[in-house]
């Protein structure tokens, strides 16, 4: 195999380690402050979490596809068949539930610290917010692993 094959590879495999790693980081830490019921430890910690989806996660999201076709096309898999195309649906599925609940944790970040300049609980918007965050962390982290089994397992198997 070329150089240039283990690079991508390389990169692809830290851009997988990146979405599962960030992904879990980021809901436990959001969990563990929700429960705290602290909106200033909420915005704080909500804070940091938009930015580390925005630097590593939109990262990673980017790296993925362009990395996983190269390696594709370079392995002579195809694109739209096989555990190739599931995967490409499990990440569709995963960004699917992944962009609304980019937008929710800005929401939320935005409402704590609303709360917590105000010096005023919760509202319940937030509450909702973050149940429904929470809700769509499982069909996202379920894709991603499925998308992780996939890549390492290349199973055998067409749509044809």
Known sequence: MPLYYFVLQYLH???AAVLLGTGAGIAFFMLKAHFTNDAQLIAGVARIVVTADFVFTATAVVVQPVTGYLLARLLGYPIFDGWVAL???LYGVTGAFWVPVVFM???????AAAAARAG???PPRYRR?????FAFGFPAFTAVLGILWLMTTRPLFSFR
């Open 13 to 15: 495999v830290i851009g």
């Open 87 to 89: 995967s490409l649906v």
């Open 105 to 111: 944790q800005i929401r939320m970040r935005d409402l």
């Open 120 to 122: 005023t609980p919760l």
């Open 129 to 133: 917010l973050f149940w429904t965050w």
